[in-house]
């Protein structure tokens, strides 16, 4: 065995660790767990949304209590007024005021019943969204259970690879890893792979008749992708 076929098991480690670590960040049950994140920080949004929206009803309610109340003392004040009045024209502007007022009461009573109401709306919808968090929330739980448990897995073969490939780093030169590294740094982590009939393994493309013979007849320490650069096991 050359040095590029023993260059070649560490290469093959080396992308299955790069594929693994890829893996560990892009795991389908991490993507199911953030959507389950996701979908709990929707509903639980809502939730706070209505309930100050159901604060700023109660508090509508409250301020129009006081309100009503100025304007009923108001309104009992000019009535007695009223019974002390003698002169028509004044008497007519005392009515006039008070009518004023109790168009203002009307309103506000109005405003409050409408509050009352929807506050009753968002009382209901709450609720709703409450059972509907728990839901979500209990699907959180079983999908962080279930990325943890996947991405353990991950880890475990991971670790199996990384030492396989420290096993295989030691049987090799010094020198060739120290050559292989700085030419995978420069070839996207590929720095060696195996000639498929005409094909490169590091870059996928096909070479010519010619140059598959010119390769073949190159030193096995000497073949280089006429493509890529990429060493190449034939």
Known sequence: MDA???????????????????????????????????????????????RTESQNCSATIEANEVAVGDLRHQLGRLTAQLKTVIAPREAEALQHEMAVIEAKISSIEDESLAALERSEELDTAVTRLEAEAATARANVDEADDAHATALETVRITLAAVRDRRAQAATRLDPDWVARYERRRADHAGVAVARLVRATCGGCHIDLSTSEVEAVRRMEPTQRECPNCARWLVV
């Open 4 to 50: 590029f076929d023993e260059l070649l098991e560490l290469q093959a480690a080396d992308t299955e660790i790069a594929q693994l670590e890829h893996r560990t960040t892009n795991l389908p049950e991490g993507a199911t767990l953030a959507g389950a994140r996701q979908q709990l920080a929707r509903v639980e949004a809502e939730i706070v949304r209505l």
